[in-house]
């Protein structure tokens, strides 16, 4: 994930803030759940994201199993995906076994 410069901002034709998705785990809940690389997040739960670090605490807010709305802008076109939160699988799991999407 990365933070959107307003260089890039301007080439997507974006307006506000959000986080690119710079790949998507195979198999994982974000796969599922239909976002893609590309694909920028806006918000998570209602929730207005603007860096990698606020979407990682929004989803560490919820809980396993849970379901999230995450809007999303993919190419000029704004759609809310839901996505059933998992944990991350121990191949690429943190120490602290954080959650994610």
């Known amino acids: 994930m990365n ?3 307003d260089d890039l901002r ?4 974006l ?3 959000g ?3 710079t790949g998507v785990v195979s198999g994982s809940p974000a796969e599922r759940a239909g976002i ?3 694909d920028v997040i806006t918000s998570f739960n ?8 606020e979407l990682s605490q929004a989803v560490r807010s919820e809980s396993v199993g849970e379901s999230a709305a995450v809007k999303i802008n993919r190419r000029g076109s704004t ?9 991350r699988p121990s191949s ?8 994610y999407t």
């Open 3 to 5: 933070e959107i410069s």
């Open 10 to 13: 301007d080439g997507l034709d």
């Open 15 to 17: 307006r506000g803030d």
């Open 19 to 21: 986080v690119l998705v």
């Open 36 to 38: 893609r690389k590309g």
């Open 46 to 53: 209602s929730r207005s994201i603007e860096s990698p670090y």
């Open 79 to 87: 759609q809310t995906i839901t996505v059933r939160l998992g944990t």
């Open 92 to 99: 690429i799991r943190g120490d602290d076994g954080d959650e």
